[in-house]
């Protein structure tokens, strides 16, 4: 799986779903998170790791150079497994 194309949405009355095609290989046991608002590094890395200081792991992993800049919800990024 890849991330970073453009968005396709399929949706319905009840459901909306998004199936881009993405751009870049997901490294094996890596899950992908769909940011939601509010969503900041270091509580990703408290949700999936159980510590809110490995949230660097996560920054490198999606090539976040700016970790003051907030999360766009709707994207999606990669939770490499430790």
């Known amino acids: ?3 970073g194309a453009e968005p396709m949405i399929l ?6 779903r998004d199936i881009r095609e993405p751009e870049t290989d997901i490294p ?3 899950t992908l ?10 509580y990703l890395a408290y949700k999936y790791y159980g510590d809110e ?3 660097y792991i996560i920054a490198d992993a ?3 150079m700016d970790v003051m800049v907030p999360l ?4 999606q990024i990669v939770i490499p497994k430790l």
Do not use: F
């Open 53 to 55: 200081s490995l949230w």
């Open 72 to 75: 766009t919800p709707g994207t």
């Open 28 to 30: 094996a046991g890596s």
């Open 62 to 64: 999606n090539a976040i």
């Open 1 to 3: 799986m890849k991330i």
């Open 33 to 42: 998170h769909h940011v939601r608002d509010g969503d900041m590094l270091d």
């Open 11 to 16: 949706w319905n009355s009840d459901t909306i």
